[in-house]
């Protein structure tokens, strides 16, 4: 197998995870996904069955095949999210060669020079930080959630333990999430012991005191 098939394969991995969570919550109005397929013959694309929450039935589920390559780069399992919404908004008009069937479910082959990806939205930038603190990698270690809240403004409260803090209690540490979320994560342990940017929680009762990582 080549580093590219690898690649494609683990980005379908990735897809399959990342879609998981819009089996019970809506990926758009009441619209929900009911299957992720690898694309067959090896074909660098995932397909995603979308419908009504709990819907079975082949005729009344709709799938799309989504492109994973973008050129020379690969699109990250987000890009897939958004071109999806994209694909399932508003009237696209597919030419009869990308337009077919498949165990009997409607199979559109989208064309993204074609779509306007939909934005990542807030509530998905939070839904991969908190997967990401839920099930934290090898260099995480040291910290863990143990809850979070969506406060106003665009913001998220953690709230978290570490291993680096003195006094072992609950923290509150308030972020703002978007963009790249990856150092976020591996970063938390010692950014909840630093003192400069703790305040008391007087308005929090589920905290020892807060960290404010809202510009970090």
Known sequence: MSEGDREI???????????????????????????????PLGAPAVRVVIGDKGERAPGRL???????RAGEELRTAHDVVALLRAAHTGTHI?????V??????????????????????MDDWAATLLRCLARPSADQAGSH??????REGG???LY?????????????????????LTALP??????????????DAVDDPHCRYRVDLTDW
Do not use: C
């Open 9 to 39: 394969e683990d980005l379908q991995v990735e897809v399959a995870a990342l879609l998981l969570d819009f089996v019970y919550a809506p990926l758009l109005e009441d619209q929900h996904v009911r299957g992720v397929l690898p694309a």
């Open 100 to 121: 077919s069937s498949v165990m009997g479910m409607d199979l559109y082959l989208v064309d993204p020079a074609r779509m306007k990806e939909a934005p990542f939205t």
């Open 94 to 98: 597919y030419p009869a060669n990308r």
């Open 155 to 157: 913001l998220l409260r």
């Open 160 to 180: 978290m333990d570490s291993d680096d803090v003195p006094v072992p209690d609950v923290i509150a540490a308030d972020v703002r999430p978007g963009g790249a």
């Open 186 to 199: 591996a970063a938390l342990p010692s950014l909840l012991g630093e003192e400069w940017r703790t305040t």
């Open 145 to 150: 959630l143990r809850g979070f809240l969506f």
């Open 62 to 68: 709709t799938a799309y095949e989504i492109p994973l």
